[in-house]
Nanobody, 117 residues
Framework: QVQLVESGGGLVQAGGSLRLSCAAS????????MGWYRQAPGKQRELVAG???????NYGDSVKGRFTISRDNTKNTVYLQMNSLKQEDTAVYYC???????????WGQGTQVTVSS
C-alpha cells in the first residue's frame, strides 16, 4: 500500500510563501492524478490544485495565480508552491492521489498551514 506523506506546512505572515511536499512511498505513475485539498475549521474540504498523469493542472478559483502545483517523477513527489498567502488560506492541507486502475482515493495525514496578519 502506497503512503502519502506531506511536509512543509507551518506559520507564515500574510504575503509570504510556503512550499508543501507530498512524497509517495511508491511510484506516482500508479495514480491517474494527484492533488492538494484543504479544510479550514467549520468548512468543507475543497480542491486547491490538481495535476493529472499527463501533467495537466487545474486550480481552485481562490488560488489561481498564486499557487502552483508541480511534480518530480524521479522523487515520486508532488509540490504545492504557495505565494502571496492570505489569512483565508489557513487550513489543513491534504495530499490526494487517485489510483488509475481502481479509482480509489488515497490521502495523506495533512499538514497545517497558518497565515497570520
Amino acid at each position: 500500500q502506497v503512503q502519502l506523506v506531506e511536509s512543509g506546512g507551518g506559520l507564515v505572515q500574510a504575503g509570504g510563501s510556503l512550499r508543501l511536499s507530498c512524497a509517495a512511498s511508491g511510484s506516482i505513475f500508479s495514480f491517474s492524478g494527484m492533488g492538494w485539498y484543504r479544510q479550514a475549521p467549520g468548512k468543507q474540504r475543497e480542491l486547491v490544485a490538481g495535476i493529472s498523469r499527463a501533467g495537466r493542472t487545474n486550480y481552485g478559483d481562490s488560488v489561481k495565480g498564486r499557487f502552483t502545483i508541480s511534480r518530480d517523477n524521479t522523487k515520486n513527489t508532488v509540490y504545492l508552491q504557495m505565494n502571496s498567502l492570505k489569512q483565508e488560506d489557513t487550513a489543513v492541507y491534504y495530499c490526494n492521489a487517485v489510483y488509475w486502475d481502481t479509482g480509489d482515493n488515497l490521502w495523506g495525514q495533512g499538514t497545517q498551514v497558518t497565515v497570520s496578519s
